[in-house]
């Protein structure tokens, strides 16, 4: 956008020259997520109760921390079994915050937690709200034995779930927040049990099953079949004679 404007400028005479703009670098995005007995041994190893419904809450709702962080009590909907991830008055940005469906299990865990709460802030220490767990959640994944994991690992952990169970993209972005399904086919799509099916079937079709037959290795002769091996001498002859060849000339 910014080397489209000074191209414009320039047209327009307002520049005597366009400046050089490097490209962004492109850096592809972490392959890391959990599985299922790395989170169940994580959530085992939590020793504070904000940090396993921070867990819980960020599994079921693939939302980024911050958005976690930002929840209020006032956005769970209890009745209709929807959390607003945007504030009231929060202006929507590039990383929108949806509206989400919550699980049996998110559903069952936040009607326990409202009950003992004193905060009007979800994940909260008493009445204080909770703006980071980076050190409380390394604890846990050090006593798990759980390496190279943040707490913005358990949002590619539910999209990684989500695809390799069958969600379609679509569903995946929109949970996530994501206005279009680009970037989850980019990064999520290969986990997928559909992914590329259509492809290799089509290759199977076209080429047909290998003879497997053809594709062995040979075995080695048995018993009576053994060719018996020639000496060196056999095969070159009297020394300082070449043996003589169809093609040579007496």
Excluded at 118 to 131: H, L, T
């Amino acid at each position: 956008m910014l080397r489209a404007a000074l191209t414009r400028a320039y047209k327009r005479q307002v520049l005597r020259s366009v400046p050089f703009i490097p490209e962004p670098r492109h850096y592809e995005p972490r392959d890391r997520w959990l599985t299922v007995e790395e989170v169940r041994s994580l959530l085992d190893a939590c020793t504070a109760k904000h940090l396993k419904l921070y867990i819980i809450l960020a599994l079921h709702t693939a939302a980024r921390p911050a958005a976690l962080f930002d929840l209020r009590w006032s956005q769970v909907h209890f009745e209709e079994r929807i959390i607003d991830l945007n504030p009231v008055g929060r202006r929507q940005t590039t990383k929108r915050r949806p509206s989400v469906r919550m699980s049996e299990t998110l559903f069952e865990v936040l009607t326990e937690a409202r009950k003992v709460t004193k905060s009007e802030f979800v994940i909260s220490w008493g009445k204080k709200a909770i703006r980071d767990i980076g050190q409380s959640f390394k604890f846990a994944c050090d006593e798990a034995g759980i390496e190279d994991a943040t707490p913005y690992t358990l949002r590619h952990t539910a999209a990684t779930w989500m695809a390799q169970r069958g969600v379609p993209m679509w569903e995946i972005a929109g949970l996530m927040g994501h206005t279009s399904t680009r970037m989850v086919e980019r990064v999520y799509a290969k986990h997928h049990p559909d992914y590329m099916q259509k492809a290799t079937r089509a290759l199977d079709e076209a080429l047909g099953l290998p003879d497997l037959r053809a594709l062995s290795v040979p075995a080695a002769p048995k018993g009576g079949d053994e060719v018996p091996a020639k000496s060196l001498r056999e095969m070159v002859g009297a020394p300082g004679i070449e043996p003589g060849t169809p093609t040579m000339s007496t």
